[in-house]
Every structure is written in structure tokens, then in C-alpha cells.
């Protein structure tokens, strides 16, 4: 068996140098190493080499408290391959050998000028609707996607979306040996001939690891907060046309295993894969977990147009600080970049500071809205570059205001008609009443 020579390494913070040092760098630190027969610092000492670990949330850390990591930047830790478990991965971490070059970098981008249009776009955000549907969906004992109370969520999300006028459909999956679904909602564009498709996704399900099925996982940052931002996205966008399609999706099983992103990519046609122009996925962006307001945006290759796109609304738009990375792990996003499909990830910086998530203690109370809003205006603002506004004037139903539940069973939407009249429609248990003329011309 070959044996690996020891290595030196050192944890710098920003601008160092060590002639003759390989490098990785993740956001304003790095880690350098250099054969063992090298001086490298007061600050080193021997290790027999370096592993990557890639985690969602503190998993790794729960399940090993023993291994003290070389460098923490949250989501990813660098640990000494003294330290390995015998394990090397599961479905909430992985460890990979350290392999010289970036794995999270700083984004720097210079913001754009302002848009007009999407300076509209991003006044007619609405945190109410946000806060009132990441608290329903929170408000369920748990969203496990094999329970019934995943069902109710997926008909609380159906409603919401038939609301806003799009064309739902709701499409089995196998989770283990269990069934789930996913939930689809489709708005055509304006654009004439061949139109482009943009994606836009969380899942819909929690889970709390040492509850089990039965346990309860409010899932409020994880994911409520992903799941509440898709329809709210889907929301603004239906108060205009755009150019090209939007699809929204909510994910079952992807806490069991991205069963729900992977069944449905393998199931879609090679012409439909050819359409996308862009996914977006949203997994946690409701906690704060650093000093500075801060979102990861992680893809590949692939989606390095779009990243550079998010942040560059970030920095237009936003006060966010902006990290990135091109190594996909663990959410939604995968299954697509897999398929050689354009996808990004935003989520929460640092997101292994928070201890919650994947438990009973992932609640309202320590999400931070202020966050998952500065969030929303950045997807929002590239979603706008994506679908490109429709040039021709087409009169549709548009929502007038927030659409109000009042309830599990209870929803009321007031849309602004063809006639410019406010109109109003509800939803009680399963039926839809007639759409009721409030009277008076919007705009």
C-alpha cells in the first residue's frame, strides 16, 4: 500500500505567501501545505494529509464532536486524514482529498446600473406574504415527506399557486419504499416562437433525524424558508409577462436523498432540458448565522453565468456579501448540474452555525426575515434577466395585493381583471368560489 509523505500546513487569513505552498481558499482564509522536509511557520505542525469535508448545516460536527477541524468555514472544514471516520460520505456530508485551488471564494462584483424595471419588480416584494407562508408551513407538526401533514402542505402550496394562475401538477416519487410527490407549477411566457424555461425550486419537506418519521420538524428555516420564497417569487412574477416560461417546483424526499430532484430530472425529455435557461434553488435563507448578512452561491461550471449574474444583483440590489462556489452538494441543484442543466443554489452563509435545522428547535425563532428579504431582491433581480420582460401588451389577471389566508383551510386572492376592476376569489376546503367585483379601476 502507498503511503501519502506528511505535509506541513498553515491557516492564514488573507494575503499570504509561502514560496513553494500548495493552496486551497475558502472565503477570507486559506490553508497551505508543503512537504514535511519544509519550514512552513511557527504556526504549523506535521499531518499525514488533508481531507475536505462538504456538510449540510453541523451534520459532520454532530456526528463526530471528537474531530477538530484544521479550518471551519461552515458548510465546508478541512480536517487531517488522521482524523477520517470510516465512513466517507452520506446523504448530509462528504469528504473528498484537499486538492490545491478555490473551493469558496469572496465575490467582488461591481453592482450594474439600476433597472428600472427591476427596481418595480423588487418594491412589489411583499415580506406579509413571505412571513404568512413560511409561518403556515412551519406551523405543521412536521413536513416529512411520507407523513400527512406533507400532504397538507403540498395542498396549501397547490391553492397558492392555482391562485396566482398558474397550471399545477402533482407527480409521484418513491421515497425508499414509500410514496411522495412532487409539485409543479407552470406559467407560459409572451415571447413568440420557441420560448426558454426558468426553474425555480426548494423542497417542501423537513425531517428530524433522531425523531424519526414521527418526530416533530417544523422545518423553518429547513426549509420552510426556501419553500415560502418560491411562492412569493412566483407571486411577483405572476404580476407581470415575461418572455420566457417559469416553472415552479417544490421537491419531496430531498432530506431522504434528493429523491424527488432526481426522479424528476431523469424523468425529463431531452427537448425540455434543452429549454432551461437557468434553476434556481432555494434551501435555507432565513438564518443568520454570521456578522455580515451573507449568501452562498453554489453551482458548477456549468451555472457560472448565472452566479456571476446573482451576484451582481447582489451587489446592485443588496447588502449581502456574496461567496461562491463551484462544488455542488447535497440539495436540489445537483441532480440538474448532473444533467449538464444550468443550476445554482442560494443559501444562508456560514449555515453550520446553525445548530437547528434537522431537528424539533428549527422554529421561527431564529430566523431572521430581514435576511431571507435581502435574499428574495437578489433572486428576484437576476429571475428578471433570465425570463427578459415581454415586449408585447398583453392584459392578464395580476395580483392587486398579498394574497391572505386566514387559515389551513381559508385562502383569499384579490387580482386586478383585463377590465382594470379589483376582483376577489377564495378558497374554502377544496372549492373555489366565483370571482366577486369589488368594484373601482386600479390604476
Known sequence: MSTRPPVRYHVVATGENVEGASSARFGDQAILWVPAGERLGRGSRTAPGLLVVTQVGRSFQDEYPEVVPLLDHGRHLVISTADKPRKRSNHCWRIEPLQPGSYVEVAAPKAARVDPTVTNLLDRLSPTSYEADLTWLASLPTRHSLSASFTAAVDFAEARMVALGYKTTRLPITVGAGRSENLIGDRPGLGPGSRGLVVITAHLDSINLAGGPAGNAPGADDNASGSAGVLELGRLLAGQGWQHDVRL??????????????????????????????????????????????????????????????????????????????????????????????????????????????????????????????????????????????????????????????????????VTGPDSALHHKSWTGDTWSDYETLGGVIG
Open 249 to 414: 417546483i417544490l421537491f419531496g424526499g430531498e432530506e431522504e436523498g434528493l429523491f424527488g430532484s432526481k426522479q424528476y430530472v431523469a424523468a425529463l425529455p431531452a427537448a425540455e432540458r434543452a429549454r432551461i435557461r437557468a434553476v434556481l434553488n432555494l434551501d435555507m435563507i432565513a438564518s443568520r448565522n454570521s456578522a455580515t448578512p451573507t449568501v452562498l452561491l453554489e453551482g458548477a461550471p456549468v451555472s457560472s453565468g448565472q452566479i456571476s449574474e446573482l451576484a451582481a444583483a447582489a451587489a446592485t440590489y443588496t447588502g449581502l456579501q456574496v461567496e461562491t462556489s463551484l462544488n455542488p452538494f447535497a440539495s436540489d441543484h445537483v441532480p440538474f448540474i448532473n444533467a449538464a442543466i444550468p443550476a445554482v443554489l442560494t443559501i444562508e452563509g456560514a449555515d453550520s452555525a446553525n445548530g437547528h435545522i434537522h431537528s424539533a428547535n428549527d422554529t421561527l425563532d431564529f430566523l431572521d426575515w430581514s435576511l431571507a428579504a435581502e435574499i428574495l431582491r437578489m433572486n428576484a433581480a437576476a429571475l428578471a434577466g433570465w425570463l427578459l420582460p415581454a415586449t408585447a401588451t398583453v392584459r392578464r389577471p395580476i395580483v392587486a395585493g398579498p394574497v391572505v389566508a386566514w387559515g389551513p383551510d381559508r385562502l383569499d386572492v384579490f
